[in-house]
Nanobody, 125 residues
């Protein structure tokens, strides 16, 4: 699976941004996709995830609940992350990740994902 992120940039505090991750090369089976981010000097952390299948199920880090929304239209090959009310602490490199869904899936565990994008920078000031 190939993943390509886009949509990053510089945003003012309180503003909004929308990240996209275009996917290709999927095979059959249920998948999980997620956004992670990494600020300079900090560990990569999970932001949000979504599990395909009906209905789609999503998870969010406490720090972004109510402000960020992860989405993927059924049958579409683009994962999105709508980010509102942005804060300086939201700054970092944002990565799209994909993996195969299985029992016991832990969305915060980076080892769950076998495909990663190259990242897109988000700077909030």
């Amino acid at each position: 699976v190939q993943l390509v992120e886009s949509g990053g940039g510089s945003v003012q505090t309180g503003g909004s941004a929308r990240l996209s991750c275009t996917t290709s090369g999927y095979t059959g089976g249920r998948h999980c996709m997620a956004w992670f981010r990494q600020a300079p000097g900090k560990e990569r952390e999970g932001v949000a995830s979504i599990r395909t299948g009906y209905p789609y199920t999503s998870d969010y880090a406490d720090s972004v609940k109510g402000r960020f929304t992860i989405s993927k239209a059924n049958g579409e090959n683009t994962l999105s992350l709508q980010m509102n009310s942005l804060k300086p602490e939201d700054s970092g490199m944002y990565y799209c990740a994909a993996g195969f869904l299985h029992p016991g899936y832990d969305w915060l565990n980076m080892d769950e994902y076998n495909s990663w994008g190259q990242g897109t920078q988000v700077t909030v000031s």
